[in-house]
């Protein structure tokens, strides 16, 4: 299948490429953190509930020709989590996602690897405008926003509850 977007991507520090069967076991270790689903999923995942999550993400490149990438830290070859773009069904748009296990926190990948997203998702799917949907409380997120170039533009209701939209324009 021929994808929209590219199927790896590097940056400085991270390579970003398409998700893995062997990345299972790193996917579980963000799902299961409580801390690290708070504002996304909400409910920690099982270990066969992270598959079904792991198939969704690979899903969404044959559905839509383009997904999450799985976030690989260079130095170490290990997986962080999912950076990327991201449009399910009851999305109002295009979105660049991220989420990282605990241990990769304040390092400045989610933020070096959205950005790199950002770019590439601009030229590749010929948009001028992709979204960011973050829970209100979702202080650090929205900092991370921020800091890519996201401008808050308004809060939809969403599922069953608020979301805020933050907006990236090309240039």
């Not at 299961?32 to 993400?57: F, G, H, M, N």
């Not at 660049?96 to 030229?123: C, H, N, P, T």
């Amino acid at each position: 299948m021929k994808f929209l977007i590219p199927t790896e991507l590097q940056t400085e520090r991270l390579q970003l490429r398409m998700f893995r069967e062997a990345d299972w076991d790193s996917l579980f270790e963000m799902f299961c953190d409580e801390e690290c689903v708070r504002y996304t999923i909400k409910t920690p995942l099982t270990k066969w509930q992270t598959w079904r999550t792991l198939a969704s993400y690979l899903g969404h490149w044959h559905l839509r020709g383009y997904g999450p990438y799985a976030l690989v830290e260079k130095a170490t070859g290990q997986m962080a989590g999912p950076v990327g773009l991201w449009y399910p069904g009851d999305w109002p748009e295009p979105e660049i996602k991220w989420s990282l296990a605990k241990r990769f926190w304040g390092k400045g990948y989610a933020s070096e690897a959205a950005a790199a997203v950002q770019k590439m998702g601009f030229d590749a799917l010929k948009t001028d405008r992709l979204i960011s949907l973050i829970l209100p409380e979702n202080v650090r997120s929205k900092s991370l926003s921020i800091r890519i170039g996201g401008v808050f533009e308004k809060n939809i209701p969403f599922r069953d509850a608020t979301a805020d939209i933050y907006v990236y324009r090309r240039g």
